[in-house]
Nanobody, 117 residues
Framework: QVQLVESGGGLVQPGGSLRLSCAVS????????MGWYRQAPGKQRDRVATISAGGTTNYADSVKGRFTISRDNAKTTAYLQMNSLKPEDTAVYYCNMVSSPWGTTYWGQGTQVTVSS
């Protein structure tokens, strides 16, 4: 059974940095696409960044140049490095995995990121 566990969230001042981790248990990580999404109170869940099994990355315009998604297949872990954080980045961040070849989607439980002075 596949499980995703996020960590690394917290409270940070504007301009600061955080690194989120998503540890995946179960099979299929190296063949799966990984993504980070976020949901602010009262808003829909939005895509932040994705990385394919081959390492191709894609970012939302709002985080380009500030956030970096990466993956370590040996550790079956995906990361989101967040720099130059802004108050509008405040949200619950969710890790997502889309397995291959069936496209089954898995979600983590979420981790809170709060950017405030």
């Amino acid at each position: 059974q596949v499980q995703l566990v996020e960590s690394g969230g917290g409270l940070v001042q504007p301009g600061g940095s955080l690194r989120l981790s998503c540890a995946v248990s179960g099979s299929g990580f190296r063949f799966s696409a990984m993504g980070w999404y976020r949901q602010a109170p009262g808003k829909q869940r939005d895509r932040v960044a994705t990385i394919s099994a081959g390492g191709t990355t894609n970012y939302a315009d709002s985080v380009k140049g500030r956030f970096t998604i990466s993956r370590d297949n040996a550790k079956t872990t995906a990361y989101l490095q967040m720099n130059s954080l802004k108050p509008e980045d405040t949200a619950v961040y969710y890790c997502n995995m889309v397995s291959s070849p069936w496209g089954t989607t898995y979600w983590g439980q979420g981790t809170q990121v709060t950017v405030s002075s």
